[in-house]
């Protein structure tokens, strides 16, 4: 588990599928769960660990307490442009605005990648 550390080393696979996890589970299942998404292990290889130890790898999870910050924005490159993420509607053209509105409306959050996408700025 100690390969992740924080939400800048999440996949936007994983965090669609974190947000996926039943929000009525018990604690330690929803972090059961968590684990399982995050390491690639199976949810019964947390469920048959000793209670201690399974608390000492919960534990390690204390960072997605906070929501991932978007102040942590870097600019990327692809195919030999350099891009940004901007949240500022101001930066984006018209095109962009409406697709992400739509997108929004009809998944939210399904479609994060393709929000993500229409989101990228050319610096």
Same mark, same amino acid.
Not at 42 to 64: G, H, I
């Given at each position: 588990m100690g390969s992740l550390l924080g939400w800048h080393q999440v996949t936007i696979k994983q965090f669609l599928q974190l947000a996926e996890i039943n929000q009525e589970l018990e604690k330690v299942d929803k972090d059961m769960w968590a684990l399982s998404i %995050?390491?690639?292990? =199976?949810?019964?290889?947390?469920?048959?660990?000793?209670?201690?130890?399974? =608390?000492? +790898?919960?534990?390690? %999870?204390?960072?997605?307490? +906070?929501?991932p910050n978007a102040e942590q924005n870097r600019p990327f490159k692809l195919k030999g442009k350099r891009y940004k993420f901007t949240v500022n509607k101001h930066e984006l053209n018209a095109h962009q605005f409406a697709a992400v509105q739509k997108l929004f409306q009809e998944e939210g959050i399904k479609n994060i990648h393709k929000i993500l996408a229409y989101l990228s700025v050319e610096l």
């Open positions: %995050l390491t690639g292990k =199976e949810f019964d290889y947390y469920e048959s660990m000793p209670n201690a130890e399974r =608390e000492a +790898v919960t534990a390690k %999870l204390n960072w997605m307490d +906070v929501p």
